[in-house]
């Protein structure tokens, strides 16, 4: 993650070298652009070989909980893929049992939508908290600072990066957490013209959009909302419930 620093030109010789670059544009016109890439975003991260099917083990589980909850009938095909669910997890926690351990039901009905926000979480992160890369003594420091400050980000920066995506996916609401102080994610070319990634606490976006803008166009750079993008995700499986309860009626 990096910033982009504040130009040290006069206004004189940016003026020399070419065309003035046109004004910042407001916050209101910044927000709402953030609010097709996040859509966009967030309907990737679900369409992939092993996004996908988790996914719709996720709307299943959440079909189930609607159910037991008579905010929908269940009938037609969405009660027996609901069913053959349910049976799936009872085999489970059979096995799980047979070990001589116990594993709570509603653990195993909700973790595929635990999963599945994980997922969304880990491709919001992609180019941010999975992107830097850290050596050994840099990821002690880290882990020592995060302790200290409190600070979720520096924890995951100093998971190793060969593992950091599964741990994100696991402990996605600790970086749900992180990205409510800081859900900015700013992407675009620098001043070097080199494409970077920065994060942009929530109070700081105006200045930081103004000093994007004294260098370069805004409108080279794409934001994000950290936080529309699981949003986006919970309205998703919600919706996908709804219509699997509307289309069981005729099948």
Do not use: C, H
Request: aromatic residues 8%; without cysteine.
């Amino acid at each position: 993650m990096s910033d982009i620093p504040p130009t040290s030109a006069a206004p004189d010789a940016a003026a020399d070298d070419g065309p003035a670059l046109p004004p910042p544009p407001p916050l209101w016109r910044v927000r709402l652009r953030s609010i097709w890439p996040s859509f966009r975003r967030s309907a990737r991260s679900i369409l992939s070989l092993i996004a996908l099917p988790l996914f719709l083990l996720s709307v299943l589980s959440l079909a189930k909980v609607f159910g037991d909850a008579e905010l929908i009938t269940l009938g037609g095909r969405l009660k027996e893929a609901v069913e053959a669910q349910t049976d799936a997890v009872d085999t489970i926690v059979a096995a799980i049992a047979a070990l001589g351990l116990n594993a709570p039901r509603w653990v195993l009905d909700l973790a595929p939508i635990y999963l599945s926000f994980g997922t969304t979480s880990a491709r919001a992160e992609k180019s941010t908290l999975l992107a830097t890369e850290v050596d050994a003594e840099t990821s002690r420091d880290l882990l020592r600072d995060g302790l200290r400050g409190a600070r979720v980000d520096m924890l995951y920066l100093a998971v190793p990066g060969a593992v950091r995506d599964v741990v994100l996916r696991l402990t996605w609401p600790a970086a749900l957490l992180y990205r409510l102080q800081q859900p900015w994610v700013v992407e675009g070319p620098g001043p070097s013209g080199d494409d970077i990634a920065s994060t942009v606490p929530a109070r700081e976006l105006g200045a930081f959009v103004d000093m994007v803008s004294a260098n370069v166009p805004w409108a080279t750079q794409t934001i994000y909302d950290q936080r529309q993008i699981l949003a986006w995700q919970a309205a998703f499986g919600v919706g996908a419930v709804a219509l699997a309860s509307w289309t069981s009626r005729f099948f």
